[in-house]
Antibody
């Protein structure tokens, strides 16, 4: 069974940093692209970042230079290092597994809340 | 970026009746490989999104056959043949034809 278990959210002050984790199981993690998607309170879904199987990364313009996606294939874990956080970064962050035969995401983590507030 | 516009934004439906949600793209979603990468997600209250439909009309694993997708080019439809109580939630269309992937604003399905 594919499982994505997230951790690392919480309350942080503006300008602060936070690292999110997403522990994967039930599939060969190193063979899959992985994604982070954000949902601001009461709002829709926005892609934040993605990483392919080679480690190549992409970011939304709003987080480029502040967020870093990475993966540890030995630990089957995806990370999102967030720095210089602003109130606009507040929301639930979901990790998601990329599909192999078409561009998209099939399985999603449970989400972790990040609140940026003074 | 491609903009996806969903209608309606809210859909009150009677149990057992059909429901349709529409998604219009600001440009064609036909990829250079000939495929159209338009998917539908369901988000039940307090839950993460769940993939329902991919490539316009393919049901993902475990999705009931009362869910179906159709469309082409810029106009797409998600149809629920007979709404059940567990279908309550927000439905999103999402395009992955062109980076960055973009989502519709969501349609809230509720029971009358």
């Amino acid at each position: 069974e594919v499982q994505l278990v997230q951790s690392g959210g919480g309350l942080v002050q503006p300008g602060g940093s936070l690292r999110l984790s997403c522990a994967a199981s039930g599939f060969p993690f190193s063979n899959f692209w992985m994604h982070w998607v954000r949902q601001a309170p009461g709002k829709g879904l926005v892609c934040v970042s993605r990483i392919d199987t080679t480690g190549y990364t992409s970011y939304a313009h709003s987080v480029e230079g502040r967020f870093t996606i990475s993966r540890d294939n030995a630990k089957n874990t995806l990370y999102l290092q967030m720095s210089s956080l602003t109130v606009e970064d507040t929301g639930v962050y979901y990790c998601a597994r990329g599909t192999t035969d078409w561009p998209g995401r099939d399985y999603w983590g449970q989400g972790t809340l990040v609140t940026v507030s003074s | 970026d491609i903009v996806l516009t969903q209608t309606p934004l809210s859909s009150p439906v009677t149990l057992g009746q059909p429901a349709s949600i529409f998604c219009r793209s600001s440009q064609s979603l036909v990829h250079s490989d000939g495929n159209t990468y338009l998917s539908w997600l369901q988000q039940r209250p307090g839950q993460p999104p769940r993939l329902l439909i991919y490539k316009i009309s393919n049901r993902f694993s475990g999705v009931p056959d009362r869910f179906s997708g159709s469309g082409a080019g810029t106009d797409f439809t998600l149809r629920i043949s007979r709404v059940e109580a567990e279908d309550v939630g927000v439905y999103y269309c999402v395009q992955t034809t062109q980076y960055p992937d973009t989502f519709g604003q969501g349609t809230k399905l509720e029971i009358k």
